[in-house]
């Protein structure tokens, strides 16, 4: 492809998709995982690290980086006449089988909790997890009108909106013809403007998900058809130069994003620039991200973001419960943490936790329940 073929050039309605898949961005949502699994730790001996404490912001990294893959996976297919269908229940066998899943789990210690206060012991599930709000998790609807608490398994929150994004991707892919990159930007865009006129004081709130995944995962298709037109020109040193400056850019922005909306849109802006430039490959730090340890942590991502409500959820009422750590206010914090010296090493020891649980879930759950949903539509 010619290096100024124009980004919304009519001659190819979809770029040619470039061959392989980028480990080295999967890497990168395997340490967005944890980053957001260390945010949601209730134990505090003292406010959170910079980097930790906007770390909700990698979310709006997944929509990016699901914007960039779903385009390099499914483009050209669904331009070729994918059907609807087979794209819609392919999205549904990635992540209904891991997310029905952890809500039984979430619904069996709710029922446990209520038959625990029947006989005295505590106070009962938590109020948001009723029965309407359990529809809406298995329906997917959890994430697009959030008002007050989120239930049952709070992440999910995003998968919803994410699998929504997913079809009107299809929409633009299959309708809009060789406008289907002008369409893409102006989604990009609506959002990214939604985001800006909602006054909201953080951009990372579960009640701004519509916006955030239609400016982030837009924004990761317009990536994608950009680094499909891009030849591979840099030298090893320069490729490598770029990924240490731009990963360095990205983390000092995600830290000091905190309270800054215009830091938030910023940071927004510098993952789709992370994900072009370590798409490229060829790097000393594209390389590292390529390994097997670091491959192994970018497939089990999902799980663990799936997973880790529930596991903090245990451990945090296990704190409370048996060795009575009590819930104190600190600043900075919209909810009471719990507060002990140890807590460093505490979330730690959870981190590799979720990791051996989420390679169980991987094997035995996620994987599985891909093919058995494949094989139950007729999908492979």
Do not use: K
Not at 142 to 151: A, N, Y
Not at 163 to 179: N, P
Not at 323 to 347: D, K, N, Y
């Amino acid at each position: 492809m010619p290096v100024d073929a124009p980004l919304f050039a009519a001659a190819r309605s979809t770029p040619a998709p470039r061959t392989g898949y980028y480990t080295q961005l999967d890497s990168f949502r395997g340490i967005a995982a944890l980053l957001v699994v260390w945010f949601h730790s209730p134990f505090a001996a003292g406010p959170r690290p910079a980097l930790i404490a906007s770390a909700e912001l990698c979310v709006d990294f997944f929509f990016v980086l699901s914007g960039f893959v779903l385009m390099h996976a499914y483009g050209a297919r669904i331009a070729a006449g994918m059907s609807f269908r087979r794209f819609a229940l392919l999205r549904l066998a990635r992540l209904w089988p891991l997310h029905l899943f952890m809500l039984a789990l979430f619904v069996a210690f709710g029922l446990a909790q209520e038959f625990a206060a029947l006989a005295g012991v505590g106070s009962g599930a938590r109020a948001e997890n009723t029965i309407p709000s359990l529809l809406a998790n298995i329906a997917l609807l959890q994430g697009l009108r959030v008002e007050g608490p989120l239930s049952w398994n709070y992440p999910s929150w995003s998968i919803s909106v994410e699998f929504y994004a997913y079809l009107l991707f299809f929409a633009v892919i299959a309708l809009a013809g060789r406008a289907r990159f002008l369409a893409a930007g102006l989604l990009c865009g609506a959002g990214y403007l939604w985001l800006a006129r909602s006054g909201a004081a953080h951009l990372a709130d579960p009640a701004l998900g519509v916006p955030r995944v239609l400016a982030g995962f837009f924004a990761g298709v317009l990536i994608y058809a950009l680094h499909a037109r891009l030849p591979d020109i840099l030298p090893r040193g320069a490729q490598s130069a770029c990924e240490v400056a731009i990963l360095a850019a990205t983390g000092l922005l995600l830290a000091r994003a905190g309270g800054d909306v215009a830091l938030q849109f910023t940071t927004m802006g510098a993952f789709a620039l992370l994900i072009l430039v370590f798409a490229q490959g060829g790097g000393v730090l594209s390389g590292l991200c390529a390994s097997a340890p670091m491959r192994h942590l970018g497939r089990l991502s999902f799980s663990v973001y799936m997973s880790h409500a529930f596991v903090l959820m245990l451990a945090g009422w296990s704190a409370r419960r048996v060795f009575g750590v009590e819930r104190v206010e600190i600043p900075g914090r919209s909810a009471p943490v719990l507060w002990t010296e140890h807590a460093g090493l505490i979330t730690a020891a959870l981190v590799l936790l979720i990791l051996g649980l989420s390679h169980l879930l991987y094997t035995r759950i996620e994987r599985p329940g891909q093919r058995l949903f494949q094989r139950l539509f007729g999908l492979r």
